[in-house]
């Protein structure tokens, strides 16, 4: 059973590796649109995927989730917010793609362009 | 919805939306009587009698984006279609509380699907918020409470990516507990 002494070990494992996550992403966020629509859509294995490649990979950056934006027939949608950037909509989303842009996006700093709401839209 | 763990999801949005600090979700199983029973209950801002009503009828919702406001209805309909009862009760400035009750010998019975991974997701994706998740079958139960983790973490965020590894665990077996 995970016991709570192991959850004590990690905070104190946390405290002493505060500050040295790559400071690159600070700021970053990636929210996963989480209304009616998107969940239908399929946003929460999204969300999951994202969560979890963010944590594997040690990055900086916040993954939240926000309402419906509007757009319910690109769902799942995922934002990407950088400060002093443009805002990045990818549309229909599936696990597989939010992994890439874990990869080429976040850790790469290259927009996926075919999964943008301006191409995935035309 | 496919699972009523993704209904739930959508219906603790309301909470999130609402303001809420602590939400609680429980889900508990009578394996003789088939009976299953779901609740979030929140200490958001709550709602009017006149709301209470409006957000089971599909053609209300707050957002201004659309609009239809499936949320509640869905998760009504899907008690409804098993033969049991969806019940709706707030209180301005005290909070909501929602609870739909199943039979889950029904041919119409969605499956529950994965409770686990939309606590989890709620958890780590609003680490500003408490939660409690309690899962009861019969006799045997399982309950997370974020405040008391929050007292042994100390300043460490529960999205953590250690924290939430963790959590994962420990909501497996847990639920594995319960569950048999």
């Keep these: 059973m995970k016991s709570l002494e192991e959850l004590m070990a990690i905070r104190e494992k946390a405290r002493q590796g505060m500050g040295i996550r790559n400071d690159k992403h600070e700021g970053t966020r990636v929210v996963v649109g989480m209304a009616t629509c998107g969940i239908a859509a399929g946003a929460r294995p999204v969300l999951s995927a994202l969560v979890e490649e963010v944590a594997k990979e040690n990055l900086d950056v916040q993954v939240g989730q926000t309402g419906c934006i509007g757009i319910c027939q690109y769902e799942p949608v995922v934002e990407v917010i950088e400060p002093d950037k443009e805002k990045v909509t990818y549309v229909k989303m599936t696990p597989e793609k939010a992994i890439k842009i874990v990869h080429k996006h976040l850790m790469g700093g290259e927009v996926v362009q075919e999964y943008t709401i301006g191409k995935v839209g035309k | ?180």
């Design chain 2, 1 to 180: 919805m496919r699972e009523l763990s993704l209904n739930v999801m959508d219906v603790a949005q309301n909470s999130i939306s609402a303001g809420a600090s602590l939400i609680g979700i429980t889900v508990e199983e009578q394996s003789q009587a088939n009976t299953l029973s779901i609740r979030i209950e929140d200490n958001g801002k709550g709602m009017s009698p006149q709301q209470v009503a409006q957000v089971q009828d599909p053609f209300y919702t707050t957002r201004t984006t659309r609009k239809v406001g499936l949320g509640i209805p869905f998760f009504r309909m899907a008690a409804q279609m098993t033969g049991g009862n969806f019940s709706i009760r707030s209180q301005q400035g005290v909070g909501t509380w929602v609870e739909a009750n199943f039979f889950t010998n029904h041919i119409d019975m969605v499956p529950v699907g994965d409770m686990k991974e939309t606590v989890l997701l709620l958890v780590i994706t609003n680490p500003h918020l408490d939660f409690t998740y309690t899962r009861r079958r019969d006799q045997a139960a399982f309950t997370l409470d974020t405040r008391k983790l929050r007292v042994i973490l100390g300043d460490v965020p529960l999205n953590d990516p250690a924290v939430s590894t963790w959590l994962r665990g420990y909501l497996d077996e847990g639920e594995a507990e319960v569950l048999g």
